[in-house]
């Protein structure tokens, strides 16, 4: 109970001391000669903004500077300058095993995740009886905890009681196959981990394709039907140019996602020999095996990979990304 009241006390003084922080640095900004309203909006955002100062843009360059040191989370980092890149590049037996299981999973998953959100999206935009429903079930996967959900997943692929196994029986003996142990064969893991994905594609993705094709103006495809376009021509030719912006959102996410997928496989816990994702072995590297310096040159290479996904989808936005009112050169 006093932990309890304890956290209770900690909700209410916190929103107190970010109040009383915001007033000093508003009448401070008025003591230089700030105006009013900009003073106000600064002050305002200030907690924020020393918020990110704090918690993401140091950390973010301190584990920069930690990736060039010997480091174990005890003592004093030790610089060794590029010794931890050149490890996990040529040393490290666990690295590029991990590179490539993460990169085929965001492979994989990314698309299924964007084509099956868009379908799903597309059966709920439909003007049916009881269409709300539909559209609230379908939404349920968003707010269960990721932890619920890997461990239901789990239960599923046990090699020795899961339900899947147990389906597919059947079929595996036909082909004189035993029980598949999806998470300590190195053949299966990527497969159990994609199937699990199928999962992502409803909830936010399928929401947030939905108010995409809502927007999409009913005057186009009533043109085109004027015109004799089907429904394959109208979806090509008009619902994908219009939501093409939707798209590259969730492409994006899907491949910032998927290239950081970590609690899902922390839960599930595949064995090392079947293979383990880019921040599991970061994790792993750095709070199981304290080479924070390891870990830290790990990540910037997570890094490095992901910006250079992005930076490539973005590159390619001029081929097939559309917005309203943009003139074609």
């Known amino acids: 109970m006093e932990q309890y009241l304890g956290t209770t006390e900690r909700w209410f003084i916190t929103p107190l001391v970010l109040m009383f922080l915001a007033m000093i640095i508003y009448l401070l900004l008025r003591k230089l000669g700030w105006k009013a309203r900009a003073a106000t909006g600064f002050a305002l955002v200030s907690p924020w903004l020393i918020g990110f100062i704090i918690f993401t843009a140091f950390p973010l360059i301190y584990s920069l500077y930690l990736s060039f040191t010997n480091y174990s989370?005890?003592?004093t980092p030790k610089w060794i300058g590029l010794n931890n890149y050149i490890y996990i590049f040529t040393n490290d037996y666990e690295f590029w095993p991990s590179v490539r299981l993460t990169l085929l999973y965001a492979t994989f998953t990314v698309p299924i995740g964007v084509i099956g959100s868009l379908m799903i999206a597309m059966l709920l935009n439909n003007r049916i009886k009881g269409i709300g429903a539909f559209r609230t079930i379908y939404y349920l996967p968003?707010?269960?905890?990721?932890?619920?959900?890997?461990?239901?997943?789990?239960?599923?692929?046990?090699?020795?009681?899961?339900?899947?196994n147990y389906v597919i029986s059947p079929f595996l003996k036909i082909f004189h196959i035993g029980k598949i142990d999806w998470f300590g064969d190195p053949k299966y893991v990527l497969w159990a981990f994609i199937i699990m994905s199928v999962w992502g594609i409803f909830g936010t993705n399928?929401?947030?394709?939905?108010?995409?094709?809502?927007?999409?103006?009913?005057?186009?495809?009533?043109?085109?039907?004027?015109?004799?376009?089907?429904?394959?021509?109208?979806?090509?030719?008009?619902?994908?140019?219009?939501?093409?912006?939707?798209?590259?959102?969730?492409?994006?996410?899907?491949?910032?996602?998927?290239?950081?997928?970590?609690?899902?496989?922390?839960?599930?816990?595949?064995?090392?020999?079947?293979?383990?994702?880019?921040?599991?072995?970061?994790?792993?590297?750095?709070?199981?095996?304290?080479?924070?310096?390891?870990?830290?040159?790990?990540?910037?290479?997570?890094?490095?990979?992901?910006?250079?996904?992005?930076?490539?989808?973005?590159?390619?936005?001029?081929?097939?990304?559309?917005?309203?009112?943009e003139i074609k050169r």
Request: zero cysteines; hydrophobic letters at 60%; proline letters at 4%.
């Open 142 to 164: 968003a707010v269960m905890p990721d932890v619920a959900v890997a461990l239901i997943w789990r239960w599923l692929f046990n090699s020795q009681s899961g339900l899947i």
């Open 206 to 325: 399928t929401v947030v394709f939905l108010a995409g094709l809502q927007g999409v103006p009913r005057s186009l495809y009533e043109v085109a039907e004027l015109d004799g376009a089907n429904s394959w021509i109208k979806f090509w030719k008009i619902t994908i140019p219009q939501i093409s912006p939707v798209i590259l959102l969730q492409v994006v996410m899907g491949i910032i996602s998927a290239l950081q997928i970590f609690t899902v496989a922390m839960f599930v816990r595949p064995t090392t020999g079947a293979g383990i994702f880019m921040n599991q072995l970061i994790y792993n590297r750095g709070f199981t095996q304290l080479h924070m310096g390891q870990a830290s040159a790990i990540a910037w290479v997570l890094f490095v990979i992901i910006l250079a996904f992005t930076l490539l989808v973005f590159k390619s936005t001029p081929a097939w990304v559309h917005y309203e009112g």
């Open 73 to 75: 989370l005890f003592g």
